[in-house]
Nanobody, 120 residues
């Protein structure tokens, strides 16, 4: 059983930065960050493969968000810079043993979610 504990999040002004952290109880194949805004579907923000550090982020956050990992701590981070009001959402950490990294359906383990609110 994989347990994920998230921290970080909060309220920030547009253009500001936040860092999210997620501690996993065991090693997994990959971990990702997803977000879900009210009335919208959950979407992938970033994912990182544990073995070699391969990462993927969609164009909506590329260049602004950076995912990283600390293998010694089983922790993944999401550094979010140049935040925009449209980044406002609940952010979820997720873990997977699947080699398909881009769909939320492939992630079997989820954190509790943390609210990120970006004000104008």
């Amino acid at each position: 059983q994989v347990q994920l504990v998230e921290s970080g999040g909060g309220l920030v002004q547009a253009g500001g930065s936040l860092r999210l952290s997620c501690l996993a109880s065991v090693n997994v194949y990959a971990m990702g960050w997803f977000r879900q805004a009210p009335g919208k579907e959950r979407e992938l923000v970033s994912t990182i493969r544990w073995s070699d550090g391969y990462t993927y982020s969609p164009d909506s956050v590329k260049g602004r968000f950076t995912i990283s990992r600390d293998n010694t701590k089983n922790t993944v981070y999401l550094q979010m810079n140049s935040l925009k009001p449209e980044d406002t959402a609940v952010y979820y950490c997720a873990a997977t043993y699947s080699r398909l990294l881009y769909s939320s359906a492939e992630y079997g383990y989820w954190g509790q979610g943390t609210q990120v609110t970006v004000s104008t």
